[in-house]
């Protein structure tokens, strides 16, 4: 839970952080642009100001020549005085004074004024130039055009006119432009913060679906997709990104790891040539009991692929146990658990809880096998711990980091002790009883054998569950759903309680993961858990509760829950449906063929799958045609929904079989309605519908082999939707495996 947290941070970290980054640089840029056009506009309106005044100093200057200048040559300073007193009653002209060519005030609008002169430079300057000059100045504090204008009559100088223009009007215009502005940029401000957040989500959104892809593969979780729905640079990095998590999830499940995790042990060995290193492990051997009666009674291909499902799904478990996959054999698979002093989990405890998780998941794997119509298998399984030798196993021109020694033997020997007599129950030896002492529960074995009933004991469960409670607060979530399968694997009574108290907290993170984990309860008929997950499934007003609920009390098998599923079928959730249609298909009860037909209008993609599903397994002769006829139909859904049903009835080998690219005989007569439905699937990829060419890419990958190669990849060159091009990738990937088996 802290890693999740961690990771979770990180990514907020990462969008808040880019957010305001496009943010204040938006910001940034606006306010440039309107510091920018404030200053031309202002300078615009300074030149346009100057060039007004300078315009109306002129003019002024032409007609105090032309009214005054009789007066101005006698000397007549009172009749002066009075014209210019009604010159400065012009709201835009401030004062108004002559000089004489010494530069003397001979009349002036300023009071005491009269017979001074002008001492600064400016003055001096514009007392003797031929033409006028103008300057930006200050009287009593107010911004003037100052400006000078010769007086010029008879082509003689007798003076100069200083008139000052006041400047109110161009700062009005600047305080407007300024509020303009301002209101502008803000307006500008929080549109360029919404394209910013808008911008930033289309950018964030693909790149964070990729960063946590990056953190799950981190922790080893290669199953996370970075779905991008574009096809620009992050859509392909996305599909590159995909791609490369389905290999390493491929070679996690399918390679020797075992080289590498025991250097990482012992760093040291990684600089040393040895033939052989002897290292303490718990060790713990799977079988599939009595596997070659099993090949002997069905065909080389369900052998293969029943073994090839056990592999995977088990591989996994142990995968997330810590455990290590040393060997995979002729039914049996044998895997290693490093003892380390610095692991969270006691190597005992992870090889104990692998070993019961995957009887629990062989039930699971039965109940899929029943539905499928597939014979069921058993499970036996051992544990020791002791010594093991590595290295490298084989000859010149073939070996393998492998595990050797007694403890290998005595791991097998083991699980030949698990037998039906005991239910399968895992059984362990002294030394590995002795190692979990403080982590498992075990129970004495009753083999008739005196020797074996002292040393073996059967593994029932773990010794303390306070110490999974304490855990779960820290654990991540995978850790957390490990925790919480726990509570149900030893199939106590402190167990179920457990599990009752977090699906009843409708806050809890892992309520789905505890009404799963009460499936060991329901194999083993537990009929309180049974009336709970009934209870669940009349009273929960939660859809997907109530459709787990379902699900898990469909691994009973009991023919006495028909009535109860009769009435969910007419739920308005198609989750629920499906799933009660899914619980209908391992019983035998009467009306069960009309209750699927009658089922086939029912729109919902998965509903009809199980429903086809389940007629095809009563050996109903209509189940192709009603396939062929929804493939047919006008509606895309029902397209849909018939392709999805295909892929699931492909499952079923005795249906795969009858398409070309999975038959076991090599002359085999195709049926016409066969090669239609391949036909129909093909033109669906061209469909315009997401949903309809998806679920046709998936039928073809089920039943139309490599030979429609060429049609994926025609869908590929014009593809956009990324869950459509993973599955495409991954498709022409498994093809690659199977044509070149050692390529990964």
């Known amino acids: 839970m802290a890693n999740e947290a961690h990771a979770h941070a990180q990514a907020q970290t990462f969008t808040v952080g880019f957010r305001q980054k496009i943010a204040i640089t938006f910001t940034l840029l606006i306010t440039f642009i309107m510091l920018i056009s404030v200053y031309l506009v202002t300078l615009q309106i300074k030149q346009t100001s100057l060039k007004r005044a300078e315009e109306t100093g002129r003019l002024l200057g032409k007609m105090i020549a032309l009214s005054m200048g009789e007066d101005i040559v006698r000397g007549n300073f009172q009749g002066i005085d009075y014209a210019l007193g009604e010159f400065t009653k012009n709201d835009k002209v401030e004062y108004c004074l002559i000089l004489d060519n010494l530069g003397r005030i001979i009349s002036s609008t300023k009071a005491g004024m009269h017979g001074k002169y002008f001492s600064d430079a400016w003055s001096r300057s514009a007392l003797f130039s031929p033409d006028m000059s103008i300057r930006r100045a200050s009287d009593n504090l107010r911004p003037v055009y100052d400006t000078s204008v010769p ?20 700062y009005e215009h600047i305080r407007n432009l300024l509020f303009y502005n301002l209101t502008l940029g803000m307006v500008l401000i929080v549109i360029g913060v919404l394209i910013a957040y808008g911008i930033s989500a289309t950018l964030l959104a693909p790149l964070n679906a990729i960063l946590q892809s990056v953190e799950s593969i981190s922790r080893g979780d290669y199953k996370q997709k970075a779905f991008v729905k574009s096809s620009d640079e992050f859509g392909a990095l996305a599909l590159s990104f995909n791609r490369l998590s389905s290999i390493l999830q491929n070679r996690e499940t399918t390679s020797n790891s075992i080289t590498k995790k025991f250097l990482e042990s012992d760093p040291e060995l990684a600089d040393k040539n040895f033939s052989g290193k002897v290292f303490d492990a718990m060790v713990l051997h799977l079988e599939l009991s009595k596997f070659n009666l099993f090949v002997e009674r069905n065909s080389p291909s369900e052998a293969v692929d029943t073994l090839n499902s056990f592999f995977d799904q088990t591989s996994e478990i142990i995968g997330e146990a810590g455990g290590i996959v040393d060997r995979f054999g002729d039914g049996f698979l044998t895997a290693i658990f490093p003892a380390g002093k610095s692991d969270p989990w006691p190597a005992a405890l992870r090889a104990g809880f692998a070993a019961l998780s995957a009887r629990n998941n062989i039930n699971l794997f039965n109940y899929k096998q029943a539905q499928l119509g597939l014979e069921e298998v058993f499970l036996k399984v051992g544990l020791t711990s002791g010594k093991v030798i590595i290295g490298h196993i084989g000859s010149q021109s073939r070996s393998d980091f492998s595990a050797i020694g007694g403890s290998i033997a005595n791991a097998r020997h083991n699980a030949d002790l698990s037998n039906r007599s005991n239910g399968f129950v895992p059984v362990a030896d002294l030394a590995f009883a002795n190692a979990a002492r403080d982590d498992l529960l075990f129970k004495g074995i009753e083999s008739g054998n005196d020797e074996e009933d002292v040393n073996h004991y059967l593994l ?12 779960i607060k820290t654990a991540s979530t995978r850790g957390n759903q490990s925790i919480v399968s726990a509570f149900g694997l030893t199939e106590s009574s402190e167990g179920f309680a457990f599990l009752k108290s977090a699906i009843a907290d409708e806050n809890c993170e892992y309520r789905n993961e505890a009404i799963r984990a009460l499936a060991p309860f329901v194999f083993r008929q537990n009929l309180e858990v049974k009336s709970y997950l009934i209870e669940i499934i009349k009273t929960s007003l939660d859809p997907q509760i109530k459709s787990i609920a379902i699900s898990v009390l469909a691994l009973s098998r009991d023919s006495e829950h028909i009535p109860l599923y009769t009435e969910l079928l007419k739920h308005s959730d198609d989750r629920i449906r499906a799933n009660t249609v899914e619980a209908c298909i391992p019983i035998e009860f009467a009306g069960k063929r009309e209750m699927f037909k009658n089922l086939m209008a029912d729109t919902a993609p998965r509903v009809c799958a199980n429903t086809l599903l389940g007629l095809w397994l009563a050996d109903d002769q209509q189940t192709l045609a009603c396939l062929y006829g929804l493939l047919k139909s006008d509606n895309s859904r029902m397209r849909a929904s018939a392709a999805f049903a295909i892929s699931f009835l492909a499952k079923a080998r005795k249906f795969r079989r009858l398409f070309p690219a999975y038959s076991e005989q090599t002359s085999l007569m195709v049926l016409p309605i066969v090669e239609n439905i391949l036909k129909r699937l093909v033109l669906m990829l061209e469909s315009t519908e997401d949903s309809e060419r998806l679920q046709a890419l998936r039928a073809i990958g089920s039943i139309g082999g490599t030979d429609y190669r060429g049609q994926i990849d025609k869908l590929l060159e ?8 993973n599955f495409a990738h991954n498709i022409l990937h498994d093809w690659d495996r199977l044509l070149k088996p050692g390529k990964d």
């Open 151 to 170: 007086i010029i009559i008879g082509g003689k100088r007798h003076g100069s006119i200083r008139a000052g223009f006041t400047i109110d009007e161009e």
């Open 460 to 471: 029932t469960g773990f010794a303390n569950f306070a110490y999974f409670r304490e855990r």
């Open 718 to 725: 014009d593809e956009t939707e990324p869950e459509i091009i």
